[in-house]
């Protein structure tokens, strides 16, 4: 059933802003519904007169359920509700279903976070982020958001936390938005403090494992490199590794196209390594990795330029 | 649909495209599978589309099966066919590539610039998103946009916010987005009238109240901090010519900082990933559209050489946009692990102007885009596509054909260029010149030749040029 205000007394002494295009016709106009046209009247005429009330959180819910794309909607309903000090658990418990419905939209995953600030607390959080990751496992949002949570409250460290990271990992090795959380909760919560010796053995060996169940995803080598390089170890710590699924030796039997990049890259610092680590391009380049010729190329050029790996 | 382009809004197409694909595709694949290989029918060009895809194709298979590796098994089943063959039937190019459907393209981005039915409220935030990305488009397909100038300045002047900046349309706040679109829209529109429809003043106080004290910048009062917002404000500042000291009444002032760009390169530098790429906000997932964001915002604080080496690490950074490549696709993902989309062709493939100009030149696969662009994503019907099966929108339009631009030609930055503007703040983005078109390993011919876009603005370079010259000469706001 659409909504009016015109003749709902409660609306009575509202005199609505129709939108006014003016002379000319403007690009890209909409043929909005009498329903849609209305509320937006009626919201310019309450936003214009700063009034913030319980009608206005219900007129604001209305063009939501209209066009959950307004910005403008959602940053006053968010005002509305910090002026009329609101239950945010409420709005919350609202919230739910209207974000299931719009997977992709900005503005709830804002509006929430902004609720959850006020609410002081992640409670039941952890809940929502898995159902809204079961209709998208990789949603930039929803990853977003969970990356916000850990930071306001602290859980970088929370035991909790990181087993649900791993289990996310583990149901799908290849989910980046994963690994980059991991990432975030061992290396982004310590402010470029040193990692422990103990934290880089684990972060390399779980890394490792995941790699041996697919030496072609490409998530965990770029986890590797990068605990390797946090830590400030020389890429030649990862040359052995490197060797079980690429040995030079063996140009036909390479197991990893990720591997001999790494490996490119470990030759390149070892004194009269070059030449192995054009090799490694090479194959690259005409073989295991084509697409990118131009690039195994550029990184081949970096060797003859300087002596320094690429 | 990207999941991330820098629009503040889900396009409606994306939902009508669940109503309406699944019949779509299985038309579409009927068309193309099982009929020609079996048949022993394979054409000469079909032959040579498939050894090409061959020669590009990664060896090397995982057997564990995960849900990445499904919806990547199930894409490539629906891609693979446009690229191999010719299921929608247009008259091929010299190179045996499906040729640009100009005159489509051009019919389809007139309409998107039309009157929408009351069912595409859900766009009304959009709007100037709409008018950006078809003009852009059209003046990509040496389309004249001259006619719509007086709507263009029309449609703006409705949407310009009295306390400055835009919004989506009449009443509605301003936002960054908005802003951003409105003011590429009305630079090429171009001319005083449009130039002078704009309160430069109050843009100044409006994007002072955006600046955070960490050194980024705010979508909208009260809205999300990202790179979105770093990059669109830097944008409209360098077109406008809007003083670098923020406003007397800029919150950020309270915190220490007097200039916009305080700050800006170190927040930028934290929102590069541990993997080489970019992300909306430190800490968050490497992503193409965020990457051009960064990498612009980055070019237009000075010479790319000089912010790029030294807010980045350019060698994880040049790591991460070349493993974005898709073999054998040849189009652009967004992310590690996710699938081929159009959009990237432009999100990522125009990043390579600005690295090139930091480092070296020719460092991807130009050919394997053109492929993607003109066989995989041009859609029957006019427009263009995310990829095979999808429908096409303004959005993935305008980026398909900025990234089939960015294949075509080279653009150098030139610090010690002569021109006739510049010399003042956040000039950086006027020394950039095209250098001319890119014959290595080129599958187009003139029949699909886009026009140069500028590398960080995404407009016509005279369109930027004269935009800035104006305001320039122009004295007070």
Known sequence: MPIFYHDDPEWSDIEPLPQDDGGLHPLAAIAYADEYSEAMGYLRAVMAKNEFSQRVLGLTEHIISMNPAHYTVWLYRSRTLSELKASLHDEIAWLNPTALKHLKNYQIWHHRQTIIDGINSPKGEHEFIATMLEQDSKNYHVWSYRQWLVKRFGLFDDKEEMRWTEDMIHADVRNNSAWNHRWFLVVGGRDGKTLPENVVKREMDYAKSAIRKAPQNQSPWNYLKGIVREAKLPVSTLKDFALEFADMRRPDDIYSSHALDLLADIYAEEENGKEEAKKALELLASKYDPIRAHYWNFRKGLLDQSGVAA | ?477
Not at chain 2, 109 to 123: I, N, T, V
Request: glycine fraction near 10%; hydrophobic fraction near 35%; charge should be negative.
């Open chain 2, 1 to 477: 649909m990207a999941d991330a382009e820098i629009s503040p809004a889900q396009s409606p197409s994306n939902r009508l495209e669940e109503i309406l694909d699944a019949s779509d595709r299985i038309e579409e694949l009927s068309d193309s599978e099982n009929d020609y290989e079996d048949m022993g029918s394979v054409t000469q060009e079909e032959q040579a589309n498939i050894d090409y895809l061959e020669s590009v194709r990664i060896p090397i298979i995982d057997e564990l099966k995960t849900e990445t590796s499904e919806v990547q098994d199930d894409t490539l089943e629906v891609v693979l066919p446009f690229l191999e063959g010719n299921p929608n039937d247009y008259p091929l190019n010299i190179f045996g590539i499906p040729q640009l459907q100009r005159e489509k393209h051009i019919a389809f981005l007139k309409q998107a610039l039309g009157d929408y039915p009351s069912g595409f409220a859900l766009l009304d935030a959009s709007r100037p998103w709409l008018v950006y990305w078809s003009l852009q488009g059209l003046s990509a397909l040496y389309y004249d946009i001259s006619q719509y100038r007086e709507r263009v300045i029309h449609t703006f002047s409705l949407a310009q916010h009295p306390t400055g900046g835009y919004g989506g349309g009449f009443g509605q706040l301003p936002h960054l987005a908005a802003t951003y679109a409105a003011i590429l829209s009305l630079a090429m529109a171009g001319e005083i009238e449009a130039y002078e429809s704009i309160n430069r003043k109050n843009m100044w106080h409006y994007l002072g109240q955006m600046k955070q004290p960490d050194g980024g910048f705010t979508m909208a009062a009260g809205g999300e901090e990202d790179i979105r917002g770093a990059f669109c404000a830097l944008v409209v500042m360098s077109l406008l010519h809007i003083p670098l000291e923020l406003p007397p009444d800029a919150p950020a002032r309270q915190h220490g900082l007097t200039s916009f760009t305080d700050g800006l390169g170190e927040w930028i530098s934290k929102c590069q990933s541990f993997d080489g790429g970019m992300s909306a906000a430190p800490g968050n997932e490497a992503h193409g559209a965020y990457a051009f964001c960064g990498l612009g915002c980055l070019a237009i604080i000075g010479p790319p050489k000089e912010t790029l080496n030294k807010y980045l690490n350019i060698d994880t950074l040049i790591h991460w946009l070349a493993a974005r490549q898709c073999s054998p696709e040849g189009g652009y993902n967004g992310r590690t692990n996710k699938l081929v989309d159009g959009c990237y062709s432009h999100w990522v493939g125009g990043c390579w102007s600005i690295v090139e100009a930091a480092t070296t030149s020719d460092m991807w696969n130009r050919s394997a885009l053109t492929r993607y662009i003109l066989s995989g994503c041009q859609f029957k019907r006019g427009g263009l596509i995310d990829k095979p099966g999808k429908r096409a929108d303004a959005y993935h339009t305008c980026y398909n054909l900025a990234g089939l631009s960015a294949t075509q030609h080279t653009y150098t930055y030139e610090a010690t260029m002569q021109i006739d503007l510049g010399g003042s703040a956040l000039d950086a983005p006027y020394y950039w010149k095209l250098d001319g078109v890119h014959e290595e390993g080129k599958v187009w011919d003139e029949t699909d030749h886009i026009a140069e876009v500028h590398p960080i603005f995404v407009v016509p370079f005279k369109a930027a040029h004269a935009c800035r010259k104006y305001f320039e000469e122009k004295e007070g706001f």
